[in-house]
């Protein structure tokens, strides 16, 4: 087989793949994205698992480039159900033709630069391209995490990973079913699989904080008024540090009277889903504060619940918003049901996975269905689980063995003519993620383009900026409670990996930092660097 020689090769064919083809493909560049899957969608087609859905608003989780893409599309609810997004990832895909450049059932094995030729040498599981630039469109939730059960090989019955979902109805009627863990993909599950199975045993380490979303169908008056002004509704996503449109917040919880604050949580519970953290400006920076809508948040659960142990149980005991904060449809309700057990791994740990089940506590659960609901080597496992190696071979696994270090989560050092969209260093996770993407893909666009008409033929970021960036990341991070507990932002749910919080915190100076980098001609960067 020929080998074949490309301007660009974007790794994955999520909402970012899509997007960086379409725009370098206009811009003149030969491209081409290479996707595992057998279909586009990225994140939005590993996860279809029952109940899977956007818990931002449809009208803001969505691209913005075109103005008639955004004018002609009707979302049918609030918040899209994954489905729906799937489907508009695949209008967009036919509408700006981008299937022919897509390479499907196409796994990357290797990507290597080739300093003499200042090319990345890629292996995928077809054959062999030539690249002058990569693109990682990896995504930051990709990577599945499937902790080492003892026994796990045994188990018999049906097994599922809600980060792998099958394309295949599943269906669970009848069935007798355990979930183990308590993240968003299990609290957005299980009041769909309750509804369907004789039992469901839901395994929980850590108790989560879960906003009621308080979906329903689109509202005709909502969409009509945002659509008569979609640009101008975009431009409220820089203006909010989590990039969400209208939340515009001045009051601090502490400075609230009881009845005030009281008051105001329950409009945000009930109306605002992640956006409950939004109630005031100081939810994030102050423990007092914090504490105080924790507190209402436990307030619900005990409200909610009618068993007092069970309610008890999944009371959450850290700071609301460190770990992501989840959104449901009648999570806690599901435990009011006669055929939904709680099961607390801290007092009864898994010992092992039998051929039928699994051991936890000295009971044995006899279950027809086992799903891990256990998360994602967030961030930075997409790409480390890729053998990717720079400059004299080194490898970007062990690069990061002490922590991710990346330049705006943009550029890696000793990885010329590479980047990351939404990679570690960047708001990603912790923000809206379609702008955020968005943002990158037009920002590494420019940066090619910038290059070719420059005369420039290698980019690369220096340890200097990055550590100094990494550093801004942690000291932005430490004005906040986010590191306050466990989460996959710090890396603590994955025993290998270093320990470091990862997402920049502050959509709007971001924002103003990468543009007045590019403005700069790229500060920070360096240009054709020899051996
Ligand atoms: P998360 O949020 O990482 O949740 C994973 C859950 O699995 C969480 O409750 C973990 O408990 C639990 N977990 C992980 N490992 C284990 C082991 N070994 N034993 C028991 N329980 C375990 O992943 P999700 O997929 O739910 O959410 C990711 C989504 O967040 C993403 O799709 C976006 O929608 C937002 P822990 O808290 O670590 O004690």
């Known amino acids: 087989m020929s080998l074949r020689k490309l301007d660009v090769v974007v790794v994955g064919a999520g909402f970012s793949g899509l997007y960086l083809l379409h725009k370098l493909r206009s811009s003149g560049f030969s491209v081409a994205v290479i996707e595992k899957a057998d279909q586009l969608g990225g994140t939005w087609h590993w996860n279809r698992y029952p109940g899977a859905r956007c ?22 609810e609030k918040y899209s159900a994954q489905p729906e997004i799937l489907e508009y990832l695949n209008h967009v895909t036919d509408r700006f033709d981008l299937r022919k450049d897509i390479e499907f059932n196409t796994e990357v094995i290797s990507a290597r630069f080739n300093e003499e030729k200042s090319l990345w040498e890629i292996k995928t599981s077809q054959g062999e391209l030539e690249t002058k630039f990569c693109v990682m469109a990896t995504g930051c939730l990709s990577a599945p995490n499937t902790p080492d059960f003892k026994g796990l090989d045994d188990y018999e019955g049906q097994f599922l990973h809600t980060g792998k979902w099958p394309q295949t109805q599943v269906d669970f009627t009848g069935e007798s079913v355990a979930i183990i863990g308590t993240g968003s993909s299990s609290i957005q599950s299980i009041p769909v699989i309750a509804e369907q199975a004789k039992h469901l045993y839901v395994f929980q380490r850590t108790a989560n904080y879960s906003i009621p979303s308080n979906n329903g169908p689109m509202d005709p008056a909502e969409e009509t008024e945002v659509k008569s002004r979609y640009p101008e509704f975009r431009k409220e996503n820089w203006e909010n540090g989590f990039g969400i449109a209208g939340m515009a917040i001045e009051e601090m919880a502490v400075e609230d009277d009881e009845q005030g604050r009281k008051e105001k949580f329950n409009h945000h519970w009930e109306n605002e889903g992640l956006g409950f953290l939004g109630a005031y400006a100081d939810l994030m920076l102050d423990k007092e504060a914090n504490e105080m809508a924790a507190s209402f948040a436990r307030d619900k659960v005990k409200e909610i619940v009618k068993d007092t142990e069970v309610a008890e149980l999944l009371s959450p005991k850290f700071t ?115 702008p955020s993407l968005e943002l990158h893909v037009e920002w590494i666009s420019q940066c090619i383009e910038w290059m070719r008409d420059n005369n420039k033929k290698v980019i690369e970021s220096t340890k200097a900026v990055e550590e100094e960036w990494m550093t801004l990341v942690n000291e932005v991070a430490d004005l906040t409670v986010y590191k306050s507990c466990n989460s996959w932002y710090n890396g603590s749910n994955i025993d290998e990996k270093a320990k470091e919080f990862l997402p920049f915190i502050g959509v709007p100076p971001y924002t103003e930092k990468i543009t007045e980098v590019a403005e700069q001609n790229y500060q920070g960067f360096v240009f054709d660097k020899t051996n």
């Not at 818990?55 to 008639?68: A, G, K, N, T, W």
């Not at 992501?324 to 092992?352: H, K, M, Q, W």
Request: proline share 4%; net charge negative; hydrophobic share 35%.
């Open 320 to 434: 609301i918003g460190c770990k992501r904060l989840c959104v449901d449809s009648g999570y806690f309700e599901a435990f009011n049901r006669d055929n939904v057990t709680l099961i607390d791994l801290n007092t009864n740990p898994i010992d092992c996975i039998t051929s039928k089940g699994l051991m936890a506590g000295q009971e044995e659960y006899l279950v027809d269905s086992l799903i891990l609901a256990t998360g994602f080597d967030a961030m930075t496992g997409a790409l480390t689980r890729i053998d990717i190696r720079g400059r004299k071979g080194i490898s970007l696994k062990d690069q990061w063995k002490d922590g991710a270090k990346s330049y705006l989560g943009l550029g890696i050092s000793n990885f010329p003519n590479l980047f990351t969209v939404t990679g570690p260093g960047s708001p990603s996770v912790l923000s809206n993620m379609v």
């Open 55 to 76: 818990d931002i608003p449809s009208l803001q989780y969505s691209y913005q480039f075109d103005e008639d893409l955004q004018q002609d599309w009707n979302w049918s």
